[in-house]
């Protein structure tokens, strides 16, 4: 099975390449350079690992929640390389494969997002047996004092929400286990929990395969800035 992964729903731009059970992937923080270079990305790992795309299985993309503009860019580049290759499209939640980079300690796993206008993506997850993620919540967005957590008696908490908003999201959990506030999605993630849902059967025609923005304003009003 060979899959391409994309993941530019943030300010990292990913890319991946599943081949036979490896991973191969690039990586940058570079906001506003995605669309520049997410493609280099891809032909040079299709490159490292002597595939041409025409050899591709099918294209996994983080589909969000995220920056607008990112969860589309990453969701159009997929459409478009899955139709002109007559292939499927496997959509990947950018927050589990956020919470996929969590250690896997038994503790539940508390994935959070900025999402700028003092709200936060949030999703939680715990890890199964195989290693996936089963979600224990809906995803959702929300400011940090209305994230209601399912009950859990230890966490893990990963993902630029955590950076900005820990003296508001700490109070409604017992002390994590461990917290990173440094991390992004990555493609490498989107990939390896794609090969899953492709092994299921679980795979989309590109049309169907559409992002998640969870909210549908990207900016706050001169009022409602003012109300806060």
Not at 21 to 27: N, Q, V
Not at 164 to 193: D, F
Not at 196 to 220: C, Q, T
Request: some cysteine.
């Amino acid at each position: 099975m060979n899959l391409l992964a994309i993941e530019t729903s943030t300010e990292a731009c990913s890319v991946a390449l599943y081949q036979a059970g490896a991973t191969l992937a690039r990586s940058e923080l570079a906001p506003r350079r995605h669309a520049e270079l997410v493609l280099p990305m891809a032909d040079a790992l299709l490159a490292e690992a002597g595939l041409s795309r025409r050899q591709l299985d099918a294209i996994a993309v983080g589909r969000g929640p995220g920056a607008f503009t990112g969860v589309r860019l990453a969701v159009s580049l997929a459409q478009g390389m899955a139709l002109g290759l007559d292939l499927p499209v496997i959509p990947v939640s950018s927050l589990a494969a956020l919470a996929f980079d969590a250690p896997d300690n038994g503790a539940a796993v508390l994935a959070v997002i900025d999402a700028r206008m003092g709200e936060i993506y949030a999703a939680c997850y715990r890890p199964d047996s195989a290693g996936m993620l089963q979600p224990l919540a809906d995803e959702c967005v929300c400011t940090p004092e209305a994230l209601q957590l399912p009950s859990a008696p230890a966490w893990n908490v990963i993902g630029s929400g955590w950076k900005t908003y820990a003296a508001a999201l700490a109070p409604l959990m017992p002390l994590p286990h461990w917290s990173n506030g440094e991390c992004y999605p990555q493609a490498r993630a989107v990939a390896i929990l794609a090969a899953a849902e492709f092994n299921a059967g679980r795979v989309l025609p590109p049309e169907l395969a559409l992002p998640i923005y969870l909210r549908d304003k990207v900016a706050l009003t001169l009022v409602e800035q003012r109300a806060r």
